[in-house]
């Protein structure tokens, strides 16, 4: 148990010093893989849009870190880049919303899942409720509800055409604002020195509706307990 315990406390670590300081890891990447970097970012971002299993896979920071690197024009291109990661955002989405029709609701049954947890889905449900069909844009900006806002369609709340939509929309919204701003503005020095406190910050900026929306709902529940 001992060992079971530090293995995953190791990987714990590797994680999080892969996710806090994803430019170096990034810059490695580029480095050594040169025009298979483009590939490999596009798993990642097809994977964490795509998959309700990889939710936790970095978005938003890797967008961000991608488009600094890209900046420095060693060897990729910006545009190029854009158009590949927007092409494995919509591919993602569109597999999502596949395997939502195919699966339903019921994977979320189990609730000592540690995949298909109730309150991611509970999360997701509030934004619709709160945004209809625009969820599916909005919750590009959004980790964990990017992921299953998707899924949740699929099962049966929109239709695929409607989806489409959306879905395009979304995806080349979410690329270029978080692409872009990473080359236009990751260069800067105040922001290349303190890349950590950024990746923190953008991961802040993501949740913070999510925490916006627990916080009115747990008012609001209170508000209601209080009443009765």
Same mark, same amino acid.
């Given at each position: 148990?001992?060992?079971?315990?530090?293995?995953?406390?190791?990987?714990?670590?590797?994680?999080?010093?892969? %996710?806090?300081?994803?430019?170096?890891?990034?810059?490695?990447?580029?480095?050594?893989? *040169?025009?298979?970097?483009?590939?490999?970012?596009?798993?990642?971002? %097809?994977?964490?849009?795509?998959?309700?299993?990889?939710?936790?896979?970095?978005?938003?920071?890797?967008?961000?870190?991608?488009?600094?690197?890209?900046?420095?024009?060693?060897?990729?291109?910006?545009?190029?880049?854009?158009?590949?990661?927007?092409?494995?955002?919509?591919?993602?989405?569109?597999?999502?919303?596949?395997? +939502?029709?195919?699966?339903?609701?019921?994977?979320?049954?189990?609730?000592?899942?540690?995949?298909?947890?109730?309150?991611?889905?509970?999360?997701?449900?509030?934004?619709?409720?709160?945004?209809? *069909?625009?969820?599916?844009?909005?919750?590009?900006?959004?980790?964990?509800?990017?992921?299953?806002?998707?899924?949740?369609?699929?099962?049966?709340?929109?239709? !695929?055409?409607?989806?489409?939509?959306?879905?395009?929309?979304?995806?080349?919204?979410?690329?270029?604002?978080?692409? !872009?701003?990473? !080359?236009?503005?990751?260069?800067?020095?105040?922001?290349?020195?303190?890349?950590?406190?950024?990746?923190? +910050?953008?991961?802040?900026?993501?949740?913070?509706?999510?925490?916006?929306?627990?916080?009115?709902?747990?008012?609001?529940?209170?508000?209601?307990?209080?009443?009765?």
């Amino acid at each position: 148990m001992d060992a079971l315990l530090h293995f995953f406390n190791e990987l714990l670590q590797l994680f999080l010093d892969y %996710f806090l300081h994803i430019d170096k890891h990034l810059d490695q990447l580029v480095a050594s893989a *040169g025009g298979w970097s483009y590939v490999v970012l596009f798993v990642v971002i %097809f994977c964490e849009t795509g998959l309700v299993v990889t939710p936790i896979l970095p978005g938003d920071s890797l967008l961000f870190a991608a488009g600094a690197i890209a900046a420095r024009g060693d060897s990729i291109n910006i545009h190029l880049l854009a158009i590949a990661l927007m092409a494995a955002a919509i591919l993602g989405d569109g597999v999502n919303y596949y395997v +939502g029709s195919r699966l339903g609701l019921k994977v979320f049954d189990n609730p000592k899942s540690r995949i298909f947890k109730r309150n991611y889905l509970e999360r997701t449900q509030r934004f619709y409720e709160r945004y209809g *069909g625009k969820t599916i844009i909005l919750a590009r900006f959004v980790p964990i509800v990017r992921t299953f806002a998707p899924f949740l369609a699929g099962v049966g709340t929109m239709t !695929y055409a409607r989806f489409a939509m959306y879905n395009v929309a979304g995806a080349v919204l979410w690329v270029a604002i978080v692409l !872009y701003s990473g !080359y236009f503005f990751g260069g800067i020095p105040i922001i290349k020195n303190n890349f950590t406190l950024v990746v923190l +910050g953008i991961i802040f900026v993501s949740i913070l509706p999510a925490l916006v929306g627990a916080t009115r709902g747990f008012l609001e529940s209170r508000r209601t307990s209080a009443a009765a």
